[in-house]
């Protein structure tokens, strides 16, 4: 047997032991294989830069004009000049990283510059391998502006639950009493926040969302709510606060209106109105409509869910809210501006 390599691997390079029946030019096809399968360029050039001979070279390496940096731009042609440059002066290899602006948008590659030496040590031409590496740059770049929107996110989340915590703390009566509602809320934005990321954060369908936070506290899921309709999507957004006020709703009727009775339902209409809309684009109309029990000792302070009703999510959504309530019915009217939703 005998070795591809010679010398005495002071570089680490490894020796390939071949066998008797195998050849060099057998290796040398199997690595030109390797270099195409592996999207590898590999140019090797004497001391004055002169090509000598270069494999599975592609666009923007490849060029008619043997000696040139195929169809690099100016600039990156210099750059990667200079480092062949000074690998011939000093013998030390070197490596870069090139970004490339073609039609297609930009491409990146890795550049390897090695000297290669003759046995007296001297270097006599140098190896410049590329490799691309568009996807992984891409990729890498998707996953950093991925990682800030979450970082975005979850800090409008935590802002959403500590004001949460801090009125459902002003408006509780007892510990029991906050942890009580605290814990439902959560529970409520944890419902809305899964429809948010399964759908990779674009936000949420509106009969999806609302029909998650009425069905589990109607005595029957299936006539609970009775949705009309448009269906648009919701930004995450508007979808975490949307889906607090129908928790609030739909707790509250649990307790005084059509869901506290057994056969009882509430009516949610969603509508495209020109009313408070900007741009000539429409807004959502959003109408929560039940009956409620008549109850004279019915509490009329105002409490947290009124205030977050009110006050809280249209204000989160730049929009507007009416909350109307007789001795047997109420309605609820919300109105959001079109930049927090998309319609097909």
Not at 65 to 83: F, H, M, R
Not at 301 to 315: C, W, Y
């Amino acid at each position: 047997m005998r070795s591809i390599g010679g010398g005495d691997n002071e570089q680490g390079d490894e020796v390939i032991a071949l066998h008797p029946a195998e050849s060099g030019m057998q290796l040398g096809r199997a690595l030109l294989h390797a270099l195409h399968n592996a999207g590898i360029s590999v140019l090797y050039q004497d001391r004055e830069l002169k090509t000598v001979w270069a494999r599975n070279m592609r666009a923007p390496w490849a060029s008619d004009t043997a000696d040139s940096n195929g169809i690099l731009p100016p600039a990156q042609a210099d750059q990667i000049d200079t480092v062949k440059g000074n690998v011939v002066a000093s013998g030390n290899p070197e490596r870069l990283e090139l970004s490339i602006p073609t039609g297609d948008g930009m491409r990146w590659f890795e550049v390897w510059v090695d000297a290669d030496r003759s046995d007296g040590g001297d270097v006599q031409g140098v190896v410049t391998t590329m490799v691309e590496t568009t996807e992984q740059k891409r990729r890498e770049q998707t996953l950093k502006t991925l990682l800030r929107e979450v970082s975005h996110r979850s800090k409008n989340l935590l802002a959403i639950i500590q004001s949460i915590a801090t009125q459902t703390g002003r408006y509780s009566e007892s510990p029991d009493d906050f942890v009580k509602r605290f814990r439902g809320r959560l529970q409520s934005l944890a419902s809305s926040q899964d429809l948010v990321t399964s759908s990779n954060w674009r936000g949420a369908a509106l009969r999806e969302l609302i029909r998650g936070q009425v069905v589990r506290y109607g005595a029957d899921p299936a006539q609970s709510l009775r949705f009309h309709g448009v269906n648009p999507y919701l930004n995450p957004n508007a979808a975490l606060h949307i889906g607090l006020a129908m928790h609030e709703l739909a707790v509250n009727s649990s307790s005084y209106g059509a869901l506290a009775q057994p056969d009882g339902f509430v009516e949610v209409t969603a509508d495209l109105s020109s009313v408070a809309a900007a741009a000539d684009k429409p807004a959502l109309s959003l109408t929560w409509v039940e009956t409620i029990v008549a109850n004279d000792n019915r509490r009329t302070e105002k409490r947290f869910g009124s205030v977050a009703l009110e006050r809280v999510v249209p204000a989160s959504l730049n929009g507007k809210a009416t909350l109307e309530i007789t001795r047997d019915r109420l309605e609820y009217r919300l109105v959001v501006p079109h930049g927090n939703f998309e319609t097909e």
